[in-house]
């Protein structure tokens, strides 16, 4: 339980991000709301671009309120530092001095990049997170209703591209104006993950994470073996199958044309294949994966 304890023992306002953490928890408590009925908690509150819902049972009041009073402190330390949508976020610093200087980063950034470079191997880099540039390109084009022409996407795609970012054991560092990280698509399977693993060393037996498309639960209900759960429909927001999930699982779903989501107000972001440069043409609407895990 070695990675749990980092999150418990870890300060919750670490780093030089301290006012964006601050207004992020601000903004994520204003919206928490908590129930209780028997042996059952819940949590529901606006983080990471999505309404989540935090779900554990125990016969312990004290552990339920230990995890309750850090779960929602380290989420928002966690969006802050890694929504690029955040100003002071470690993604924007690390955008914003392109070019410029050196990013130092911590084992958590580490290992998120490290997952990143792994991802793109594995998928021959259909998944790339350096595809800002590409992303902002269309989501204009779709603000303004005219397509982007071919030399503005290649023009964007000269800055896309794993190998390009320069890295060293601590430090990232982007070699080009305009080039941009976004790491927003890890962001809630590794939440998901992380607070499982809070949960469990408080004593937590049986927890489920709701993160609308992406989700993690650890042992199964006192009154069952399976939670029952919405999963919603990426291609018709609002939709949302209802399935029963076992009692370890990871679920992520994802359009395959879109990726919506919320922090102040709604908007979508088209996904991109940053191989080409152009919106995915392969007649898949809906992606839902399971796995053990989210993230680790």
């Given at each position: 339980m070695k990675a749990s304890q980092g999150i418990a023992e870890a300060p919750v306002w670490a780093g030089s991000e301290g006012?964006?953490?601050?207004?992020?928890?601000?903004?994520?408590?204003?919206?928490?709301?908590?129930?209780?009925?028997?042996?059952?908690?819940?949590?529901?509150?606006?983080?990471?671009?999505?309404?989540?819902?935090?779900?554990?049972?125990?016969?312990?009041?004290p552990a339920?309120?230990?995890?309750?009073?850090?779960?929602?402190?380290?989420?928002?330390?966690?969006?802050?530092?890694?929504?690029?949508?955040?100003?002071?976020s470690l993604v924007s610093r690390?955008?914003?001095?392109?070019e410029s200087s050196w990013v130092v980063l911590d084992d958590e950034a580490e290992r998120m990049l490290s997952v990143c470079e792994e991802?793109?191997?594995?998928?021959?880099?259909?998944?790339?997170?350096?595809?800002?540039?590409?992303?902002?390109?269309?989501?204009?084009?779709?603000?303004?209703?005219?397509?982007?022409?071919?030399?503005e996407i290649e023009e964007a795609r000269q800055l896309v591209g794993w190998h390009q970012l320069k890295r060293c054991a601590g430090g990232v560092f982007p070699p080009k104006v305009g080039m941009g990280l976004d790491l927003d698509t890890l962001a809630q399977a590794y939440a998901t993950d992380r607070l499982v693993q809070l949960a469990e060393w408080h004593g937590l037996a049986c927890v489920?994470?709701?993160f609308r498309r992406n989700k993690r639960c650890k042992g199964g209900p006192i009154?069952?073996?399976r939670w029952p759960i919405q999963l919603e429909s990426?291609?018709?927001?609002?939709?949302?199958?209802?399935?029963d999930i076992?009692?370890?699982?990871?679920?992520?779903?994802?359009?395959?044309?879109?990726?919506?989501?919320?922090?102040?107000g709604e908007w979508d972001e088209p996904i991109i294949d940053p191989r080409t440069g152009r919106l995915p043409v392969h007649g898949c609407h809906d992606v839902v994966v399971s796995a053990a895990s989210g993230f680790l």
């Open positions: 006012g964006s953490n601050l207004n992020v928890w601000d903004r994520m408590r204003a919206s928490v709301r908590k129930q209780r009925t028997d042996e059952r908690s819940s949590l529901t509150f606006l983080a990471l671009g999505s309404w989540c819902r935090v779900t554990y049972e125990t016969r312990c009041e339920a309120s230990a995890f309750a009073s850090q779960a929602i402190p380290w989420l928002a330390a966690f969006e802050a530092k890694f929504a690029r949508h955040h100003p002071g690390i955008n914003h001095l392109a991802l793109k191997l594995i998928t021959q880099g259909a998944f790339d997170p350096t595809v800002l540039p590409l992303t902002e390109l269309w989501m204009r084009a779709g603000r303004e209703a005219i397509p982007p022409t071919t030399d489920m994470v709701d009154r069952g073996s990426p291609a018709a927001p609002g939709g949302a199958w209802s399935i076992g009692a370890s699982v990871a679920l992520s779903a994802c359009s395959g044309v879109r990726r919506h989501s919320s922090i102040a």
